[in-house]
């Protein structure tokens, strides 16, 4: 018997990545990353997306919105990656970790960070920041 007292076994691990060096390379990760999602992510789950463990330390949960955006949640020890993502969106720096742009970003977001991710890992029940989003997404 297990002790009651023991952790059940994560439900998903660590993928090391595997960088990708173009846009077609990325449309291709998009593609598998979704299935992966479709298949694994059940239709009551919530705060479901990636977390990207960066090699320099850090990590950043990426999620899609429905309403067209990508929304992530920088870890404070990967704030230094900061200066990528506000010339990647075009946007200013949030006050809080989470930062909001349009998901037309994502494939010049994944190109930025593709060299600096170590692995990857799908997430269940990450909050992305939603305590923090008092105002209603930028349009």
Not at 3 to 15: I, L, N, Q
Request: charged content about 25%.
């Amino acid at each position: 018997m297990q002790d009651s007292e023991e952790k059940a076994a994560p439900r998903f691990k660590p993928v090391p990545w595997s960088g990708l060096e173009t846009a077609a390379d990325v449309e291709l990760w998009i593609e598998e990353h979704n299935r992966s999602m479709q298949d694994n992510i059940g239709r009551n789950e919530s705060g479901y997306g990636v977390c990207f463990t960066l090699a320099e330390g850090g990590d950043v949960f990426l999620q899609t919105t429905q309403d067209g955006y990508l929304v992530l949640d920088v870890t404070p020890d990967a704030d230094w990656i900061a200066p990528l993502i506000m010339a990647v969106a075009g946007i200013e720096r949030p006050k809080a970790s989470v930062w909001i742009m349009p998901d037309d970003k994502l494939i010049e977001l994944m190109m930025g960070l593709s060299s600096l991710i170590a692995s990857s890992i799908l997430v269940v029940g990450h909050h992305f920041g939603a305590r923090h989003r008092k105002q209603p997404l930028p349009r």
